[in-house]
């Protein structure tokens, strides 16, 4: 396995998995880099053996040279060291210069695809995660994951060897002292085994609540006019206090865990060199060590005591690494419930009982060969949603067909299931039951990209991306002409676009210049209509318009409509003037079709949506 | 404020946030940011005054205990083994292995306490700090956050105050201790053998030069990062603030590109500070080996011509490791400095940030208007909300001045006036970070606006999109400040009171309905946080939300989801209108609040609204003119003045704009 980045999602054992194979998983984003990987590696190792070599040197000049009062080899032995002493330099040099672009390459495909895959995932899903703790996925633990990766990792490695390669000199200089020394390594890890299990849960208490943290600021930040038209900071300031409060709780025992460990480190290794020198101390009086060979035997000693400090270092990033990737992957585990033909077929359990598969799913589509004939014709077989979890259906049994080039306005009470019908078109939601068509294909059986390029969305909730106005029109149509947008913004009633500051190129939403309800409304019904879909789905396109506008919005919308199947939602008599036909929804079911007039006088309940009795005297 | 720049004198001009889009700043400016991030931290370490020295002593001491080793070690080489060697006497030896001993315990104490305190103490500076910034964000006027943008907000509390965190976590302890091992370490060296130590001090020449081109340029580079790394995180909340445009309009392949660049230049920042940082240890490395090797062979030459002992030349040498070690340290940390530095520098220029719309120096109280007014006025007449809760229970956590707070009861109130003078207002365009100094380019919304509502009255504002029936609005709740003239409350310029009490006086209603995670009950609360479940639900019934409500799963309980996900528009916008019922205002302001209502939903509202702004001043912005109804006068607005000025019944009677808005209206209803 693990040919490929995308490799790691399919062998997803889901969630729950330890943390530690969690970060074993994310092992093909560090492939591209191996050779960097492997020469950091090399690189690293080289320099610690002349790390180690340089004490050896000492031995000899000292045991050599000085005792022998031999001033013609110091010099060599010297230029020998400083020799060493500059590989090891020059070694460091290259390991942290390919390391730091290594890891953040991968950092950044990491967080490219997690982007991307949260991207790809239903709205449903976002809907029921906090988006402070998607942010802080994205960001403190990928840091987390890029940390170890780039160092933790290549260091592991070189400490396990340094540990070894000293303690096998230290033995070799002198079996007995070599072996003390090497047996401190016991304690360490049986320290190390309990520190770590007592980390894990630490760790992941404090990422978990970072994201909660994330989810309370992002909301004072998105919500701030609430919050000051309420006069509510107060209380948004306590909540995140009491959060922030939390986390510091967590993180001074988390403090106070490593202050124990790093405690441990210090001891155990200095304590080993204590008996060291004594023992050195009584080897030397009896003549089994000189003395040159005991201050390089300390020295070498002295080198055991780093790669145990740092294993303490690398056990906690890794730790922190290994929870971080496993909150990383809860998300990359996320199958997109919605996605284009292929996976769809291969994931029925989501769908499968209550669908109705028609026969020749898998064959290519022959309702292509037949589109011609219900091109653009929009249809609701006994089209059943629930949302998970949830006991009763928001629509039971909505069928209804809208022919090509009809438009047809959906009106019903507030919360009747209108948005939710719109959006199970272009499949930000898919059905529960039944199905709908286009053209006389299931919308499931459409590849994605083009249902979207067949569909052409107007939110109720006018979003418009930090882009220029041009953009945001042309997000349907890239290729649409000046001319194009310009009909498109004529029609909108958005003229008012060329006379900003810098024109149709003035950059707008959230990074740009503010817009009023009604202009971002605007700018958005152009964007639906400059994508000339084959069918067009209007959430209520113009609640934030004025009366004249409405007037000329409609007006110009009636032409634009005229060819092409539109789904409209609508509260309003003056928006279902466009429909050639009304639906209304009621109890999740179609309740009645026809023309205003007719529902008007036969449906007592529409009449009542629609009439504004106590001002319309 | 920032960006009204050009003609201050310099240092003034990089107030607050002016600075952070500067990438490559010039030396004053960089001495002042550094002196404001170092004020900032000396603040927020102020009251911890006895946790710093008792940190700072554990590391003392936890770092002589380490440097007593080495000496311990030559000590032992020169003074232990001769006397065992010689005489076979091992109580010289005995007694050092034993301070050995003594030494290594007390360290290891040492460190325990220091990293445990360097952890409790850096944590709650960092809960400080974000306490502090969280509510001076909210304190910043909505005219900041329109410009500064939610996402860079966020990128500020995350990450930036992450840095800070991680710089106490890893690097504060690691850079006492190695500037104290290096003057120990100097010291003992210089005590030791003077000669050789001149040898090693020479080492500081090239390590001098060196660290001060990294200091320079991985300043630069962090700023870098941390503006890249912010960039992200804008792009990030964006993007899924509004997924399901995204993907209804398949901008997913373009915001992929977007992001794709966005997160290249943050890896590539962080590649080129990690390449400084090589070169920077790699140096130190170079020189540290340098050094020991020229000791050695000088030692040598000094040992072989008598002039010094063996074990000096030893200690020497471990002490040489020692000296050099903490310099790779610092080498190491000076990452989660930088970061922390250059994090600092944003979240100092955050909070140096004035409010363009201050809380008042001297704030006044409002008068206790004429039929005594309640510091919550509350409707007695209105049915729905009756039997408001013990005085106390209503206003936790702000202070208010006591005769406000005193006569707070179930009184029937009237309401305030509300009067604008010769108001003068215009936004400012474009400016994204706040940086662009074109005040003078300010559109001109209202040029000279003035009207007064008489306390108790229900008040229309129609006229066509941009004539400026929100910017009235927002002025009324202080959203902004008039450039000229004033609005008052009962006479009291707006300007002059405390934002709690404007908050409770009055209370803006827009069609953002937007809802907080936690539950229906919660956010409805949010009006008036002491309110009861009683006095939620009735609120609700209220405005006809109830039934909604009632059939969610759990009712009132239910979990709203991110953003009200799960919630209808409508349903959304009824209980942010329950919000605003039960919070109970003087001042009700309406703006375009029934925008998303079906008509049903929207008579009963209006049916609420008669009996709840009886006593209240309201002004109410639609565009659907069914709420005009219930108003006891209208204005009809244009490019900012008002055109006309009427009893709904009179002007409908007339020819004007009014007559003619509802002419078309009524038609549109049918």
Not at chain 2, 156 to 185: C, K, M, N, P
């Amino acid at each position: 396995m693990s040919e490929t980045g995308s490799d790691i999602r399919s062998t997803a054992t889901p969630a729950a998995a330890a943390p530690v194979s969690a970060l074993w998983r994310l092992r093909p984003y560090l492939r591209p880099y191996r050779l960097q990987l492997l020469s950091m590696l090399m690189a690293a190792l080289g320099a610690e053996a002349a790390a180690i070599a340089i004490p050896l040197l000492t031995k000899s000049i000292i045991d050599g040279a000085i005792t022998h009062h031999d001033k013609r080899l110091l010099l060599p032995l010297g230029l020998a060291a400083a020799g060493l002493g500059i590989a090891e330099a020059a070694l460091s040099l290259i390991r942290r210069w390919v390391q730091g672009s290594a890891v953040a390459g991968m950092e950044k495909t990491l967080r490219d695809d997690l982007y991307a895959h949260l991207q790809n995932l239903e709205p449903a899903f976002h809907d029921g995660w906090q988006s402070g703790q998607l942010l802080s996925r994205a960001t403190s633990d990928l840091s987390s994951i890029r940390r170890f990766a780039g160092f933790g990792l290549v260091f592991l490695i070189i400490t396990v060897t340094t540990f070894t390669a000293v303690a096998v000199l230290l033995i070799r200089l002198n079996w007995w002292m070599g072996l003390a020394a090497s047996c401190m390594v016991a304690p360490v890890v049986v320290f190390c085994l309990r520190f770590e299990r007592r980390y894990k849960i630490l760790a992941r208490r404090v990422q978990d609540q970072e994201g909660d943290l994330a989810t309370l600021i992002e909301e004072g930040a998105t919500g701030v006019r609430v919050l000051k038209a309420l006069g509510r900071a107060p209380e948004a300031a306590a909540t995140h206090a009491a959060q922030a409060t939390q986390m510091y709780t967590t993180k001074v025992s988390m403090a106070r865990l490593l202050g124990s460990f790093w405690s441990m480190l210090d001891l155990i290794p200095n304590a080993a060199i204590a008996l060291i020198l004594v023992l050195g101390a009584l080897a030397v009086s009896r003549h089994a060590l000189t003395i040159g060979g005991l201050v390089a035997f300390i020295t070498l000693a002295l080198q055991l005591v780093w790669p145990i400090e740092a294993l303490g270092y690398i056990l906690a990033s890794g730790e922190e690494a290994a929870t971080a990737a496993q909150r990383v992957l809860e998300i990359l585990d996320t199958k997109p419930s919605i996605t284009s033909v292929p996976a769809s077929t291969a994931n029925p359990p989501d769908h499968g009982p209550q669908r109705n598969v028609p026969a020749a799913r898998s064959q290519p589509p022959p309702s292509q060969a037949a589109s011609p004939a219900r091109w653009g014709q929009l249809s609701f077989e006994a089209v059943e949603f629930r949302y998970p979890g949830s006991a009763e259906p928001v629509l039971r049994d909505v069928t209804l067909t809208v022919a090509r080039g009809e438009t047809l306005v959906i009106t019903g009470a507030t919360g009747s299931g209108k948005t939710t019908l719109l959006q199970l078109v272009p499949r930000l939601a898919d059905v529960t039951g039944g199905r709908v068509l286009i053209g006389g294909r299931d919308v499931r059986d459409i590849p994605l990209p083009e249902l979207r390029t067949l569909v052409g969305f107007g939110f109720e909730e006018a979003t418009l991306f930090s882009a220029s106005v041009r953009e945001n029109v042309m997000f349907g149509a890239p290729d649409a002409t000046a001319a194009q947008v310009e009909a498109a913004l004529t029609a909108a009633q958005a003229r008012f676009a060329y006379d900003l500051p810098w024109g149709l190129d003035t950059r707008i939403g959230e990074q740009g210049m503010a817009l009023s309800g009604g202009q971002r409304q605007r700018v958005a019904l152009a964007r639906a209509i400059l994508a000339r879909p084959q069918v067009l789905v209007l959430d209520d396109p113009l609640s934030a318009l004025d009366v004249h506008t409405e007037e000329r919005v409609t007006r110009a919308l009636g032409e634009v409509l005229a060819g092409t199947t539109a789904l409209v939602v609508a509260h309003r008599p003056s928006t279902v003037a466009l429909a050639d036909r009304v639906a209304l929804l009621d109890g999740g079911v179609i309740a009645a079709v026809g023309t205003h007039r007719e529902l008007l006088a036969t449906q007592p309940k529409y009449a009542s949506l629609m009439t504004m009795e106590e001002v319309a005297r | 404020m920032t960006g009204e720049a050009a003609p201050q004198p310099a240092g003034l001009q990089w107030r607050g946030i002016a600075a952070e889009k500067v990438d490559d700043v010039s030396a004053p400016l960089a001495a002042l940011l550094r002196r404001r991030s170092r004020g900032l931290l000396t603040d927020l370490l102020r009251p911890h005054k006895r946790g710093v020295m008792t940190t700072a002593a554990a590391i003392v001491v936890a770092s002589l205990a380490a440097l007593a080793g080495p000496w311990l070690v030559g000590v032992a080489i020169d003074q232990g083994i001769p006397p065992i060697t010689s005489s076979g006497d091992a109580g010289p030896l005995t007694w050092i292995a034993a301070a050995f001993a003594v030494t290594v315990a007390v360290q290891a104490v040492a460190t325990r306490s220091f990293v445990t305190m360097t952890g409790r103490v850096g944590q709650a500076v960092v809960l400080e700090l974000r306490r502090r910034v969280f509510w001076h964000m909210q304190a910043l006027s909505v005219a900041f956050h329109e410009s500064y943008t939610s996402g860079r907000v966020i990128s500020r509390q995350t990450s930036d105050i992450e840095a800070i965190s991680a710089l106490f976590e890893e690097g504060l302890d690691s850079l006492i201790s190695a500037v104290l091992t290096l003057l120990l370490v100097g010291t003992g060296m210089l005590l030791l053998d003077w000669r050789l130590a001149v040898v090693v001090l020479a080492a500081f020449v090239p390590l001098t030069l060196l660290a001060g081109w990294f200091r320079n340029h991985s300043a630069i580079a962090y700023r870098r990062i941390r503006e890249a790394n912010s960039l992200v995180i804008v792009h990030f909340v964006e993007t899924f603030g509004g997924l399901r445009a995204v993907q209804a309009f398949r901008r997913e392949h373009r915001n992929e590109e977007i992001f794709d660049e966005l997160s290249g230049e943050y890896a590539k920042a962080s590649a080129w500070s990690s390449r400084l940082n090589a070169v920077f240890a790699s140096g130190i490395s170079l020189v540290a080996n340098v050094v020991i090797a020229t000791v050695l062979v000088y030692g040598g030459v000094l040992v072989i011509d008598g002039s010094m002992k063996v074990g000096v030349l030893a200690s020497f040498l471990l002490y040489l490791q020692r000296f050099f070690d903490p310099l790779q340290d610092v080498s190491q940390f000076y990452n989660s400095f930088q970061g922390a530095a250059s994090a600092l520098e944003k979240l100092s220029g955050i909070l140096e940030e004035d409010p363009s719309v201050p809380e008042p120096a001297a704030p006044l109280a409002l008068p206790a208007a004429a039929p005594p007014a309640p510091a919550i006025p509350r409707s007695a007449a209105s049915p729905a909300l009756a039997a408001p809760p013990a005085p106390s229970s209503r206003t936790p956590a702000t202070t208010l001045p006591p005769p406000a707070a005193a006569t707070s009861s179930a009184l029937p109130s009237f309401g305030r006036r509300v009067r604008f003078e010769s108001v003068r207002f215009g936004y400012r365009p474009g400016g994204s970070g706040g940086s662009s100094p074109r005040e003078g380019t300010a559109a001109v919304v209202l040029p000279d606006f003035s009207l007064d509502i008489a306390a108790g009255q229900t008040v229309a504002l129609v006229g066509e999109t941009g004539a400026g029936k929100t910017t009235v609005a927002r002025l009324m709740a202080r959203f902004y400040d008039p450039l000229a003239g004033r609005v008052t409350l009962d006479g009291v310029d707006l300007r002059d009171l405390p934002n709690a009490v404007l908050r409770r006086e009055v209370v803006l209603l827009t069609q953002e309905s937007f809802l907080f995670e936690g539950t229906v009950a919660d956010n409805i609360r949010l009006g008036r946080p002491a309110a009861s479940d009683a006095e939620v639900a009735q609120a609700a019934r209220a405005i006809g939300a109830h039934e909604f409500i009632a059939a969610l799963p759990l009712e009132y309980q239910t979990p709203v989801g991110k953003r009200g996900g799960r919630l209808s528009a409508g349903q959304r916008q009824l209980i942010s209108f329950a919000r605003a019922f039960i919070a109970a205002p003087a001042v009700l302001v309406l703006d375009e609040a029934t925008a998303l209502l079906d008509i049903p939903s929207e008579r009963l509202v209006q049916a609420a609204l008669r009996t709840v702004l009886t006593g209240r001043t309201a002004v109410i912005i639609a565009h659907r003119l069914s709420t005009v109804a219930i108003a006891d006068r209208v204005l009809v607005l244009r490019a900012g003045e008002i055109i006309e000025d009427g009893a709904p019944a009179d002007l409908l009677g007339g020819d004007g704009e009014y007559a003619d808005l509802h002419a078309r209206w009524a038609a549109s209803l049918v």
